[in-house]
C-alpha cells in the first residue's frame, strides 16, 4: 500500500483491497474474501455486486474475479509510457537473439513494473506477467534502477518497502546493498543470482535519458543451469547492454 492520503476515501480503499485480494487468490468466494480481509461478508457482497454491476468483476457460480474492464485499463496505462513503444521491438529482439526471457521493467510508487517481456525459443515460463510489481532490491532490473537513482530516492523507497526476502539469496542488509549498488553504477549492468526466483538467473542494465534520468532497466532471465559461467558473466552482459544503448539512442532521437 502507499502513503496514505491525508483525506482518504475509506470505501475506495476497501473497494481496492478487495480487487487486490480477488488477484491474489485468482477467484474466490464471498466468505473467503471476508475471512482474508476481515470484512463482514454483507459488506464484502455489496462490494462485490457494485463491481459486477460495473463490469469490473465477472461472477462465475459462486466465485468472484477480476474482469477484462481492468485489461483495457491497463494497456491505456501501459501505452503512456513513451518508453514501451520505443523499447518493444528491442526487447523481443533481445529474446529471439538468446533464446531466454527478455524484459523491460520501469518503476513506480518504489515498486518495479514489468511493462513488457518477451519469450525465446528457449525460454522458461515464470509467474510474474505484465503489470507485476515487485520489491526493487529483489531483481537485477529493479537494481539496475535503483544504482541509477539519486541517494535521497533509495532511501524514501527502502524506508517505506524495506528489504524483504524473497529467496534465501535477497539482499536484506542495506550496507549490502548500497556496496551493491556501488559496484552496479561503476560496471553499468546489475547481476540477479536466484534472488527472487530460486533457480533463475538474470542480468540487467538502465536505460538512461541524455540528461542522465533513469528511465527503466531491460534484461535477460534465464535457469541458473543455463545462464552461468561466461555466459552470464560476459555474454549477456555485453547483448544487454548493446540493447540498452540502442535503445536510449532511439529515445534520444525519437
Do not use: W
Not at 468472484?64 to 491497463?74: I, K, M, N, P
Amino acid at each position: 500500500m502507499g502513503r496514505r492520503a491525508k483525506y482518504a476515501i475509506g470505501s475506495l480503499e476497501t473497494g481496492f483491497r478487495i480487487v487486490d485480494e480477488l488477484q491474489r487468490l485468482d477467484g474466490a468466494g464471498v466468505s473467503e474474501l471476508a475471512d482474508r480481509l476481515d470484512i463482514p461478508k454483507s459488506t464484502v457482497h455489496n462490494y462485490l455486486s457494485t463491481l459486477v454491476q460495473e463490469e469490473y468483476v465477472v461472477k462465475d457460480g459462486t466465485a468472484y474475479r477480476a474482469g477484462l474492464r481492468f485489461l483495457e485499463h491497463g494497456a491505456y496505462a501501459r501505452s503512456q509510457v513513451p518508453l514501451y513503444e520505443i523499447t518493444k521491438p528491442e526487447v523481443d529482439g533481445l529474446a529471439e537473439g538468446t533464446g531466454e526471457l527478455s524484459n523491460l521493467m520501469v518503476e513506480e510508487h518504489g515498486f518495479g513494473a514489468y511493462l513488457h517481456r518477451a519469450r525465446g525459443e528457449t525460454a522458461v515460463q515464470v509467474e510474474a506477467h505484465v503489470g507485476t510489481r515487485v520489491p526493487l532490491h529483489t531483481t537485477a532490473l529493479g537494481k539496475a534502477i535503483l544504482a541509477h537513482l539519486p541517494p535521497e530516492r533509495v532511501d524514501a523507497i527502502v524506508d517505506r518497502h524495506g528489504l524483504e526476502p524473497k529467496t534465501a539469496r535477497t539482499i536484506t542488509d542495506r550496507r549490502e546493498l548500497d556496496e551493491e549498488l556501488a559496484e552496479i553504477h561503476d560496471r553499468g549492468v546489475a547481476f540477479d543470482r536466484e534472488e527472487r526466483i530460486e533457480g533463475l538467473n538474470c542480468v540487467a542494465a538502465p536505460i538512461s535519458s541524455t540528461n542522465g534520468r533513469i528511465l527503466g532497466a531491460l534484461s535477460v532471465a534465464g535457469p541458473s543451469n543455463r545462464v552461468r559461467g561466461e555466459r552470464f558473466t560476459e555474454e549477456l552482459p555485453e547483448r544487454v547492454l548493446e540493447t540498452a544503448n540502442v535503445v536510449e539512442l532511439n529515445v534520444t532521437y525519437s
